[in-house]
């Protein structure tokens, strides 16, 4: 008992010291070492559009041939589980912004190995003001500003704003979450520049009904935007019954 307590104090001083995997908390000079990336970003048949695990080789999804997003593509690291939830909790938080790093570089090889076309600027799908004073850092513009500089390509704090605080998504039913974002973003007039005529990359953390992220990217697209894919870390997995 007491070798298995010192052995997982040791793994959680190693792995909050410079150069420890995030996971297992060997060393390594990324953020995840090659054995977790190895295990825990393995590439899976997924909708085009909206990221979803599919049985098979399919372009698309059902729900996304009836109802296409505005978004063209979504790319994601891997579902939202074991142990992406556990690291993207302590990115959002538990004041640990240093994570952007390795979930940003994590998420551009996603994207390069679904070849996903390089877009001219990334997005970031902002919080709102007390949300952000909460955490003390905007976890998406962590996101974004890395990939920014990973890609020397601008990245955007405030291409987008939020009309209002609307109740958190997590507390409604499926159904309501688009309804309660029903014209949620906008771009604003300092914005528009910024943002016509581009390809974008909406960038956020998880994607889970696409509701956000559908809203989001209908406001890009009305200030001129000529296309909005998303690229998040994590996708939450269809309910059962509905892959």
Known sequence: M???ISQGIRVRWRARLPGCCEVCGGWTRAGLCAGCRERFCVP???CARCAIVLPAALPCCTDCLREPPPFERCICVADYGFPWDRLISRFKYGS????AGPLAAALQAAADAA???????????PLSARRTAER???QAWELASRLGRRSARPAHARALERQRDATPQARLPRAQR???????FSVPAGAIASVRGCHLALVDDVLTTGATA????????AAGAARVDVWVV?????PLGEA
């Open 2 to 4: 007491l070798e298995a």
């Open 44 to 46: 899976v048949a997924r």
């Open 96 to 99: 640990a912004p240093e994570l």
């Open 115 to 125: 070849g996903m076309p390089p877009p001219q600027a990334f997005v970031a799908l």
């Open 136 to 138: 003390g850092y905007d």
């Open 178 to 184: 688009q309804r309660n974002l029903d014209g949620a």
């Open 214 to 221: 559908r809203a989001a990217a209908t406001a890009l697209l």
């Open 234 to 238: 994590a996708r939450t997995p269809a």
